[in-house]
């Protein structure tokens, strides 16, 4: 059988993350800290709740989405200090907002992709 190509936003999101080694350290703390460790746990929060309405999920299917929805509480609050020390100048305030921009963005197109996929198989039962 042909494999299956890579979803584009899986490839962009594989893209950027390479693309964080060339970065200023305020980037990468704006993009993995506040734009994904900082907002993860309510997402997860939010995607428990709902995997929990459906009953074919076993507990042990939750495990991966509530393990990091306790932890990346902890992680982002971290991150969130991180953020107001790193960015004491003009330019690494900047590279951390660009670095969080970025990142929500490539977040907000993952979703949209998630959301369209679900939109286009109602019927998937």
Known sequence: S???APIKEVTEWAVFTNRLHGKSFSFG???LGIATE???SDIFQSILIGLRRVSRFPANALYFLELHAECDEKH????????????KT???????????RQMLNLR??????????MEDNKNYE
């Open 90 to 100: 003009v330019k690494d305030a900047n590279d951390l907002e660009n670095g969080t």
């Open 38 to 40: 900082l907002i993860l």
């Open 108 to 117: 907000a197109s993952f979703c949209d992709a998630i959301l369209n996929t």
């Open 2 to 4: 042909a494999e299956a």
């Open 29 to 31: 703390v704006g993009a």
């Open 76 to 87: 982002g609050s971290d991150f969130a200090i991180l953020a107001g020390k790193v960015s």
